[in-house]
């Protein structure tokens, strides 16, 4: 199994600090519960940002179980795609200091979050 990530690391949130992204934002994040409860305890972290998404102008895009992997040799228990309308909201939001961050890491046991940008085809 890989190496697990629940907080991104210091270098990372510079990266994206650094990053030239104007407009909207979607965050993708693979959730994999901590085992005994963390699905449940997600959920109540869910409850608790929910206030925060909201002041920040975010909405959450799609959430939904994992039902098989079809390519990839990870499991993950959940996806959901968060959009932001900015980078700046989802550091507002993350940066306030009565955002529920623990919660979220106390229900996880693996998590990964890739910002994303809508492209045109």
Not at 5 to 31: C, K, T, W
Not at 33 to 50: I, K, R, S
Request: proline share 7%; hydrophobic share 40%.
């Amino acid at each position: 199994m890989s190496e697990t990530y629940i907080h991104p690391s210091p270098e990372q949130i510079a990266a994206i600090r650094d990053m030239d992204l104007d407009g909207p934002l979607v965050m993708l994040n693979l959730l994999r519960f901590a085992p005994n409860g963390g699905a449940e305890a997600y959920a109540l972290y869910g409850a608790a940002a929910a206030p925060f998404l909201q002041r920040c102008g975010a909405k959450v895009r799609y959430a939904g179980d994992v039902a098989a992997t079809v390519i990839g040799g990870d499991h993950w228990d959940e996806i959901i795609l968060v959009e932001y309308p900015s980078k700046q909201a989802f550091f507002d939001m993350t940066g306030d200091p009565e955002y529920p961050s623990q919660m979220r890491a106390g229900a996880l046991a693996d998590s990964r979050l890739y910002c994303t940008q809508e492209t045109a085809f």
